[in-house]
Nanobody
Framework: QVQLVESGGGLVQPGGSLRLSCVAS????????MGWFRQAPGKQRELVAH???????NYVDSVKGRFTISRDNAKNTVYLQMNSLKPEDTAVYYC???????????????WGQGTQVTVSS
């Protein structure tokens, strides 16, 4: 079975940086699009950044110019470099991927467990 494992979350001061990583492992034939979502207390989950299989990226307006999503296809890994962090970036960040499992003809969506990012002085 496919698993997504996230790492890199933690506590950081305003203006600081964090780099989140998400590794997809298991019986994987192909990984298509990957992305990062976040959910702050009392708010709906939102898409933060998205990257397609050909490297095209999109970001929510609030993080443009500060966050960068990238991927390493050889490692089935997606990253989120977060710079100039603000308190309003505080949330649980979730990794998502569109994956074709080995031996199956259909694509499925998979989610990581979530990693806490707290921006506070």
């Amino acid at each position: 079975q496919v698993q997504l494992v996230e790492s890199g979350g933690g506590l950081v001061q305003p203006g600081g940086s964090l780099r989140l990583s998400c590794v997809a492992s298991g019986s994987i034939f192909r990984v298509n699009a990957m992305g990062w979502f976040r959910q702050a207390p009392g708010k709906q989950r939102e898409l933060v950044a998205h990257i397609t299989s050909d490297g095209t990226t999109n970001y929510v307006d609030s993080v443009k110019g500060r966050f960068t999503i990238s991927r390493d296809n050889a490692k089935n890994t997606v990253y989120l470099q977060m710079n100039s962090l603000k308190p309003e970036d505080t949330a649980v960040y979730y990794c998502n991927a569109e994956i074709y499992p080995t031996g199956r003809p259909t694509m499925s969506y998979f989610w990581g467990q979530g990693t806490q990012v707290t921006v506070s002085s």
